[in-house]
């Protein structure tokens, strides 16, 4: 009972840890859909970045070049009025309006000085606006911007279609003002079209691909909890995206895992129930092998003929029931190969199947007398056996063929090398599509309406376990054709040097 406790408490231990594990489904705005916010976000802000470096560029040609024109418009009045002299409080009243130090008027070759207030001593940057490149015009502009304020610039461009040259002097204060105002305003429109646009792709985002995933992963959720429930099989959308196809594939899923459950619990009932009959069955076998064993003594003719096979029939019966319940703990014994003749072992399964030599069904052996095969007999007596059996009962089903040709089951071997191959044939009407699909599957691969599929199952377990081959063998005319291939145990150099 402690043994059985303490494996219990590990269970629910290993059950707690699996249910720990697994993580509960986070909040909208922790989970993918808000990752996928802020990555949007972050994203159209790095996209405003680079539109913003060539877009402080043009403003800030462009209010320079606006500065040059007021000062032209302003030079070309004042170069007018020669060769009288501008008077000082007009001067400096232009110089005021233009937000200039200097102002020069390149003409004819000459530059003559038209207007001055505060004279710098030194020029920190000069900017030609007639020959600046984009690029360049992106790296003064932000260099201004960064690095910008207190330094005095020259400034020259020309005026409209004229051969004149209009020249500054200013400082980049008011330029780096307006800059810096104009990238206040950049940013918060960015940030305001990051926002709408991430909120956008957020709700889309969510309403296309989060919600459906939410409810494939709750689904999933609900089935494993109670796999059995029917009504916890997943129900999907009617949509023909991918994720409603990747719904439709789990509901089928869960339908065949719920068929796969259901049957493991049926074989599980069937395991436990044929172990106890087959406990009493063998009880009762036992019995009546030690009461047939007296039938040897007996002096009529017809039992002691009959006693042999009676005998040899209890003994597989009894060796059947042992290894059913050996089965519930592992899988079929390893066969205990020799070589037998096969002449003999398929009239052990003629006799079994008790067919009526008078009856509509008829059996032939095509087998030579010395053929032998390296196996176990009893195994592969089960193997012909089974399979025989399946042709015996589609057989007394089934009406005659077109032709008129009686119902045949034949049986045939040939030894190619080292392996022996058996043929099972008949002449019924064939084997149904669902139970090729499902061949050699127990529970599934029956091939009559009643049937379990268990005989062909285990068939194919005993001829796997002898390193052979078992199929099903497409043939043109009517009826069902097996072949069986048994390859010879691998001899070693002693055995082979002890034989000889």
């Not at 003064?140 to 020309?158: C, H, I």
């Not at 869960?254 to 436990?272: F, H, I, S, V, Y």
């Not at 003999?344 to 087998?367: H, S, W």
Request: aromatic share 4%.
């Amino acid at each position: 009972m402690s043994r059985v406790a303490d494996l219990s408490a590990r269970q629910t231990l290993a059950g707690d840890d699996a249910d720990a594990a697994i993580q509960r489904m986070p909040r909208r705005l922790h989970g993918l859909s808000g990752r996928l916010l802020w990555l949007t976000v972050a994203f159209v802000m790095f996209a405003e970045v680079l539109i913003f470096i060539p877009s402080i560029s043009v403003m800030r040609t462009t209010w320079l070049r606006d500065r040059l024109d007021t000062a032209a418009a302003a030079g070309i009045v004042i170069d007018g009025l020669q060769p009288a002299e501008l008077p000082r409080e007009v001067q400096d009243d232009t110089l005021l309006a233009t937000g200039t130090k200097v102002l020069a008027l390149r003409k004819d070759g000459t530059s003559r000085l038209l207007a001055a207030i505060d004279v710098p001593p030194q020029v920190d940057d000069q900017y030609d606006l007639a020959n600046e490149g984009a690029v360049n015009a992106m790296q003064n502009a932000l260099d201004t911007l960064l690095l910008g304020g207190g330094k005095v610039m020259r400034v020259f461009g020309p005026i409209g279609e004229t051969d004149m040259i209009i020249e500054l002097v200013m400082t980049d204060d008011a330029l780096r003002k307006a800059m810096i105002s104009f990238s206040k305003l950049m940013f918060g429109i960015s940030l305001l079209i990051s926002m709408v646009t991430a909120g956008l792709i957020y709700v889309s985002i969510n309403r296309m691909m989060i919600s459906p995933i939410r409810r494939l992963t709750h689904g999933m959720q609900r089935f494993s909890d109670r796999p059995e429930d029917p009504d916890r099989i997943f129900q999907p959308g009617r949509a023909k995206g991918e994720l409603e196809v990747a719904g439709q594939h789990l509901a089928a899923m869960q339908m065949e895992l719920q068929r796969t459950l259901k049957q493991q619990k049926n074989l599980a009932d069937l395991g436990l129930a044929v172990s106890k009959i087959n406990h009493d069955m063998r009880n009762i076998l036992a019995s009546a092998q030690l009461m047939s064993d007296r039938l040897v003594d007996v002096e009529d003719p017809m039992v002691r003929s009959f006693a042999p096979k009676l005998l040899r029939t209890i003994d597989r019966a009894v060796g059947y029931t042992n290894e059913v319940l050996a089965y519930g703990q592992a899988s079929e014994a390893a066969p205990r190969r020799r070589l037998l003749k096969l002449a003999d072992l398929c009239q052990d399964v003629r006799e079994m199947l008790a067919i009526d030599p008078e009856g509509t069904i008829g059996f032939v052996e095509q087998i030579a007398e010395d053929l032998e095969v390296d196996a176990d007999g009893e195994q592969l007596f089960r193997v012909i056996h089974n399979l025989c059996r399946n042709a015996v009962q589609a057989l007394s089903q089934a009406e005659p063929g077109e032709d008129g040709q009686a119902h045949r089951i034949s049986l045939s071997a040939q030894r190619v090398g080292s392996v022996v191959s058996i043929i099972i044939d008949d002449n019924g009407p064939g084997m149904p599509q669902k139970a090729r699909e499902n061949l050699f599957t127990a529970f599934r691969g029956a091939a009559r309406s009643g049937g379990t599929g268990l005989g062909l199952a285990i068939a194919r377990e005993l001829v796997l376990a002898h390193g052979g081959t078992i199929a099903l063998v497409e043939k043109p005319g009517r009826g069902t054709q097996f072949r069986i291939e048994i390859p010879d145990r691998p001899v070693s150099l002693e055995s082979y040097r002890a034989r000889a």
